[in-house]
């Protein structure tokens, strides 16, 4: 079954390249475009589509207010930006409000194909199975992992890991810390990734015992002391 995608794009002329590409693939069906966010708000609530190409400047209003309008109005629609934002902020925005990809133009085709690819496999995967164990939401994550910033392949050269711990999970720990504008405790990098605080604790001590962190101690004035980990670039 084909994913039901809506187009959101003020220029013409890219509407119409955006409408060429995707008619030439098998998994996704265009079921409707539109050319400000206004009329894809109203679109998407009434069309439900799967997911969603969205631009980030439109005459109204910004693709990214759009974004948060249909998380207000609970909308289940997967967002892959294409834009010419590239400001950190607008990214970081992006991320936080569920995008699954970002785009920024100009771009290659095969980038989009790419991201659209990755989308379809997810999507499959997730209808395959009604209950998923941990090994399976791994595999997942090694099809649509996080995003990353260029300073994470310094870590790259990690290849032994002591029993217990597996690369993916301590690459999206270091993913993690290194979009992070302060050092982050073990419970807040379980909180940000999704782990058990025990679990983020081995990887945090881990990567202290091989000097890719470093151990920062906050010391309060009620309490124990909190140990936060900062990356080491």
């Not at 890219?14 to 400000?36: P, R």
């Not at 409000?97 to 499959?124: C, H, N």
């Not at 073990?186 to 782990?195: H, N, P, S, T, Y």
């Amino acid at each position: 079954m084909k994913h039901r995608l809506l187009i959101v794009e003020d220029d013409p002329m890219v509407m119409e390249i955006h409408k060429q590409f995707i008619q030439k693939s098998n998994n996704f069906e265009i079921i409707a475009t539109a050319g400000s966010g206004t009329e894809a708000v109203e679109l998407a609530s009434a069309t439900q589509p799967d997911v969603m190409l969205l631009d980030i400047y439109l005459p109204d209003m910004d693709g990214l207010s759009v974004l948060k309008k249909l998380r207000a109005l609970n909308v289940p629609t997967d967002i892959i930006l294409i834009t010419a934002a590239r400001d950190a902020a607008s990214i970081q925005e992006a991320f936080r409000y569920g995008a699954v990809d970002y785009i920024i133009k100009p771009f290659k085709y095969d980038r989009l194909k790419k991201a659209l690819d990755t989308y379809s496999k997810m999507i499959d995967s997730l209808g395959a199975n009604d209950q998923f164990s941990q090994e399976q939401i791994d595999l997942l994550s090694t099809v649509y992992p996080p995003k990353e910033t260029a300073a994470s392949s310094s870590f790259d050269d990690i290849t032994d890991l002591p029993k217990g711990l597996n690369k993916l999970t301590l690459r999206q720990i270091v993913v993690y810390l290194l979009k992070q504008t302060d050092a982050k405790s073990a419970e807040e990098v379980a909180e940000g990734i999704g782990l058990a605080r025990v679990t983020a604790r081995r990887y945090l001590e881990f990567l202290e015992n091989i000097d890719k962190v470093k151990l920062e101690v906050q010391y309060g004035s009620v309490g124990r002391p909190v140990n936060r980990y900062r990356p080491i670039q």
